[in-house]
Structures are given as structure tokens and as C-alpha cells.
């Protein structure tokens, strides 16, 4: 959060694990955009996960990852070749917000992609892509909406998970007669395969990066009309390397050779009351509190320590006005509290830049803590103003202290039901979000940066089939503006680090084809066309986002072959990413025998079609009176070689009278994944 390069950094040292052992590859991937995929009513039964959840858990290529299957969606791209969060519609990762449970999540991706969350947990999700109404603030991007399943009042039961990757316990058990628990545990073992101190292009693994994660809810139904649960979570990632001069990275910084090292933590409770009045009103208060921290050390002492705390209050009231209008008020205020202490190399750049290692200021010490209150109201009117006509209009007003904005946000949608199957829909509004921290930090930053804000246009229609069939067609519009830009020195106000002169614009269509369980089988297949680009204000000079992807393309397909045997698939095509040639070479400016690429223009090229095949077997193999499955996921089965980089060959080049060589860093080959699940 406070430097670009560390988080960089160590994040070579799992690449470096990729190529190490072949195992350590598994970073999985998938989900789902504007599709709806869950979402339960107050009165069901929410201990169960859903049916359309299922599918999330099954896709091959996320080994079970409930949040894996977001990246088969149309729209959604990884944020770092085929691994990273997930970034939607043209968007950047910051942009999006995650709610679990109603409340605000912190944590949800691992340092290495995978999701913090147990697939046994999961009741429902929902990715509101764009367009989504007033109840979402503190977001320019997409959200993701994750239900956690309620426990199940029953004798105790469990799930032990045994696979090469991540192994786990999950326990469930009713208390009393109005209560009941569950608990999860699980823990990487990507330690137990690739062996410690073995070095490659310079960098030595001290510590493969480790992860684990928890959660625990517990719920009690105070009577038929109130349920209370508390809920807490949370997640630690750990990793070592030695960066030597061999390393690409530490020839164009060498000051950043030695040992690196990165630790992250993270820690949430929540409570969370839910009343059910009569006439379908319906009241819902929760209050969480998270707490992450951060510290990364690496070369010549440099090191960044974090602390992040919230405590967030939240309440939704719902009540009919009549037999066809409903209308929700909403309110949440949020405390934050950011500690921080740092010794670094201060580089100046944002993701509009292609090239960050010219951008450097020198070193800067500091340590400081900032605090932040942030207050949110909406007002949402649900209205069924015909048989055929649904209109939903609300307004959002949000402000914090620390910025001292203050926004209206108006946000409404029309639901057309034309005829039996069909259906057109409409969405507009507009949105805002906080500032990333690292851009509004004293020395850091600028503290005067305005927040970012966005708005969105889209409109979709629907057909259901028969046999199970349906299909969407969705055409989107966003902008973005007063987004950073990173100051170059010889510009009149560098002192300010960066200014709000950077606006963007996305656009795109999306179809998206859904065939339900029927005859043993389900699939869905997905497809966009789009555009991103991000204009400097300043010269008017326009340029392709770095994440824009025109082209995506996925089929996910399950077949129940016989009764014990499952067969799934999922086939990915999408463009290449976008990056910037580099056409030459130059010294370094700040180091004396180091050279740096000259480059091009930025994002100009692309890589070639990125193309991936994933498939997974499921056998129901029983160990006694105890259920059973052992599972094969194959990761890129057809073994493609998929160019994620390109960047200049510092083994055959020294120095600029060199000619410029090109190295390609290829993702994961071929990975099998064995693991068995065992049911008690």
C-alpha cells in the first residue's frame, strides 16, 4: 500500500517458485460478471449452498476455489498475466469492493490469488459488473457480493481436505436446539514440495511463500423473527527470497539486492442481527471490524511496516409501500485507522505509466498514523409500475473527513418483461471512491488528490429457452475521472507528486449463454468485446489501459460421465496483454554500470493470443461408511506456452552499444493436481 516496488519485488519470488516446481503453479482462476449468480431472500433457508453456487466450486482450473470461477466470466481478466485479482470492464483492481455477509471484506485474495474462503462456506454470489444500485458505495469498479451459508443445525459433521497444495479441516455441529457452528481451517503445503535455498536467475528461495486461513460462524435463532451470527476470519501470507545481482531486477535497481521478505495478516469479527417484521418488512444491523497489517523488507534495509484498522457500522431497513413498491433506507459509517513507518526508494508512477524505474525521487524515511471517518445514506424505491415494467431509482450521499468530499450519487434502472422470455434492462448512475492510500500519504503523495469517481451506462437483454437454455447480450459505457497522475520532474509542480489529470473511458458487449443441469450435463459459454484507454489531461495523449483485453472467450462444460465419475472443462481464449516494445537501450541514470530499456510507445503491442485448457476429474471413492472423492485437476492440459512478458535479456545485454535483446517469460505449463476429500 505504501510502495510500488517492494510488493513488486517479492512477488518475483513465487514467480521464481513456478519455475522451481511445477506444483507451486496452481494460482486458480475463474468467477462471473453481471451475471446474477445467487442471492437468497430473507425467509429461505440459507444453510445450503445454491445450486448455481455449486457450479462456481466445480469449474475446472480453481480447485475448488469458491471465488476461482470469476475469471470464466465475460469481462473479467486477471490483474498480473494469469494470476493477480481480478479486474472488470475496464477497471483497475482498486476499483472494486468486496462484501461478505453484508459488511465490508478485507482480505479476500491471498498474496498468490487464491481466495481466503473454505468452498463448504459459500451460500451465494453475486457480480454486479457495472451499473449496480445505491447499497454499494466506496467503489468505481465492480462488486463482488459474497454470501457466506448459514450452519446447520445438525450432529457433528466434517470435511478433511488432503491435496499437493492446500490441505484443511471443516467442522459443523448444532449447539442447542437454536444453534448451531461451523469452523474451517486450511493451510498451504507448497513447502513440502519445492525444496528451501535452491537458486535460479538470481534468486534463491529462503522461505517458499506459505498461506492459511480461517473462519467460524456461529448462529443462534433468537425466535421466528430474529437470527443473530457472529462471524470472524482471517489469513496470513509469508514469504523469503535472496535477490542477487544475477536477478533481472536488481540490475537495473541494484541497491534492492539481498534478502527480501514479505508478511501479510489479516483479522475480522463481525455480529449481525436480522428482524423480519410482519408485511415483509425487514430490518438488518451489523457492525465489523477488520485489521490487516503488512512488512516487507528487502535490499539495503529498506522495509515498509502497515496496520489497517475498520470498524464498520452498517443497518438496511426494507418496507413495502404496497402490494408493488418497496423502498430501502440505508446507512454505514466507517472509522479507519492507518499506521505506517518506512524506509524506501520513492518511485513516482501510477498505471499510466509504462516504465517506473526513471520515475525514481531517492529515499525517504517516514512514520506517521492517519484516521478517517466516512458516512454513507441511500434511498432506493423498488416499483412494479406495470405487469411489464419494474423501475428502481435511488440516490447515495457519502462524505469522509480526511479528503473532505462530500457526493450525491443518483443511480436508477428500468426492467422491461417483453412478452413470456424476454427482457431489456437499463442501468446508469454514479460513483466514487476513496483515494488509494499510497497516493494521498504525506511524502508519499499528494494529501490534496480528490477521490475518484465514475459513471455507468448499460443496457442488456435476456431470453430464456426451453431444455434449460438462456443467453444475455449486454452493451456497457463507463468513465473514469480525476484519476492520479504521476509528475515528472522538470514539470512546474513535481513537488506535488501527483495531480488528478488522468480520465479514461471503457466500452464493450458482452454475450453470455447458459445451458442449465439437464440429461447429466450444465455449460455456459462467455464472450466480450472491449476497450479501455486512459487520457493525460495535461497533453491530451491517449493511450490503451494496460489491463485492456478486446477479446475474451470461455466454455466451461460438466458432464455426470457415470454415476461415480464427473467430467469438467473449461477452455479459455483471450487477446494478449498489452504492453510497451522496447526499442532500446539507455544507461541508468541512477547507477553507474547498470543500463535500462529504452521503450516505446506505451501499450502499443500486444502478446501473442493467450489460449488455456483445463480439466477435471471427480471419482466418488468412498473409504468405508465414510463418502469420499478423489479429484484430478489438470491446469493447461494442452501444456500451451503462454507469453506473459517480455522485457530486455540483461544476460546478453551490458551496455548501450549492445544489441537489444528480447527475453519472453512464459505462465504455467502443464500442472496435475491430485486430492482427496474425505466426509465424516
Known sequence: ?????????????????????????????????????????????????????????????????????VFSLPGVVYSDGDSGEPAVRGSSPEDNSFVVDFLPAGYVFHEFSTSVFHESILQGFQLHASGYGPEYADVTGAVFDISLRDPKNQEFSGIADFSMLRSGL??????TENSAFYASYRKSLIHLFIPDNEEEDGVKITNVPQDEDYQFKYLWEVNSANKLTISANGATDTADAEFSRESDFVRSNPDFEGDASLETEFNGQSIIWDHYGGDGKYLKVGFGHLKDSSAVDWGDDFFSRTEFEQNTLKARYSMPVTDSQTITLGATVKDYKFTYTYDLILFVCTEFDADCDLNRRGRIQD????????????????????DWLEWNIGAQWQTNDYTEESFTNPRTSLRFLLGKNWTLTTKTGKYNRFPDLGFVLPKLGNPNLKSPESEHFSIGLENSLDYGWSWSLETYYKTFDNLPLALQEDQPDADLLYSNDVEGKAYGIELFVDKELTDNWYSWLSFSYAKSERTNKRNGETRDYYLDTPMMFNWVLNYQWTEKLNLSWRWTVRSGAAYTPIVGIQENPFFEDSVLPLYGEPYSERLPTYLRLDIRFKWDLPIGNYPGELILDIINATNQKNVTDRSLDYDRVESVNDPVYIEETEGLGIIPALGYRLRF
Open 170 to 175: 471443516f467442522i459443523e455441529s448444532g449447539i
Open 367 to 386: 512514520q506517521d498514523s492517519l484516521d478517517a471517518r466516512e458516512y454513507v445514506l441511500y434511498i432506493n424505491d423498488s416499483w412494479m409500475l406495470t
Open 1 to 69: 500500500m505504501i510502495s510500488i516496488n517492494p510488493t513488486r519485488l517479492v512477488s518475483l519470488i513465487y514467480a521464481i517458485c513456478l519455475l522451481a516446481f511445477p506444483f507451486a503453479a496452481l494460482s486458480e482462476d475463474a468467477f462471473e460478471p453481471e451475471v446474477v449468480i445467487v442471492e437468497g431472500k430473507p425467509l429461505e433457508d440459507k444453510t445450503e449452498i445454491s445450486d448455481d453456487a455449486k457450479k462456481l466450486v466445480e469449474i475446472p482450473g480453481a480447485l475448488g476455489d469458491p471465488l476461482g470461477a
